[in-house]
């Protein structure tokens, strides 16, 4: 079991697999880590050597936002359009789409379960 | 899409004209502009525009974050309280 940024402890996946278990790192950036730390992306985590796994870690830490850093970067970024008072901050305030999507229908991501409307029925 | 970077950020020229005469008079009133798609420039940081939301000018104090966006973001216009049937259940 390799631990790298933190928390997350991918498993016996393929390493590229394993990385993306992290929060921020997708299919891409896992591709481009693999490469970067010369690992076949083939290999499987539970057989990479601690000083590969150091690696990894190390070219995470020094190119990459990724866990809390992120989450909290992304939550700053969302608080500021708050605190401006512009339509994409409102957008966020009231928990509704912000890019311009139909919200008549669908928009369920943002807006949570439908709740049932009382006496809609005729 | 995003604008071309070689045509630089658009603003009507009447807001140009209107925000550097307040800034030379001394920043004071409230400048009227019905152009809610002109871009927000760093020259009109710290001035106070009324932009129009269809109904009326609503005051905008212009801040170092808001630049590069547009002055219609500053100014909602649609008016909504809510359904009829979201009030009576809140009420029970």
Redesign the interface.
């Known amino acids: 079991m390799a631990r790298i940024a933190g928390v997350n402890i991918p498993s016996g996946k393929r390493v590229p697999i394993a990385l993306t278990y992290i929060t921020g790192i997708g299919p891409t950036k896992a591709d481009e880590i693999c490469e970067a730390v010369g690992i076949e992306r083939s290999r499987r985590v539970n057989d990479l050597s601690d000083a590969e796994v150091l690696k990894v870690r190390e070219y995470i830490d020094e190119n990459l936002t990724v866990e809390g850093d992120l989450r909290r970067e992304v939550q700053m970024n969302v608080k ?1 359009l708050m605190d ?5 901050g ?1 957008r966020h305030r009231r928990n509704l789409p912000v890019r311009g999507q139909r919200t008549s229908t669908n928009a369920r991501t943002r807006k949570g379960p439908a709740k049932a ?4 029925k005729k | 899409m995003t604008r071309s970077v070689w045509k630089g950020p658009f603003v009507d020229a009447y807001v140009l004209k209107k925000a550097e005469a307040a800034r030379e008079s001394g920043r004071k009133d409230v400048i009227k502009i019905w152009s809610r798609r002109s871009t927000i420039l760093p020259q009109f940081v710290g001035l106070t525009f009324g932009v129009y939301n269809g109904k009326k000018h609503i005051p905008v104090n212009v801040s170092e974050d808001m630049i590069g966006q547009k002055f219609g973001e500053y100014s909602p216009t649609r008016t909504y309280y809510g359904h009829a049937a979201d009030k009576k259940a809140k009420r029970k």
């Open positions: 500021r401006l008072g512009c339509y994409r409102l409307i009382a006496g809609k």
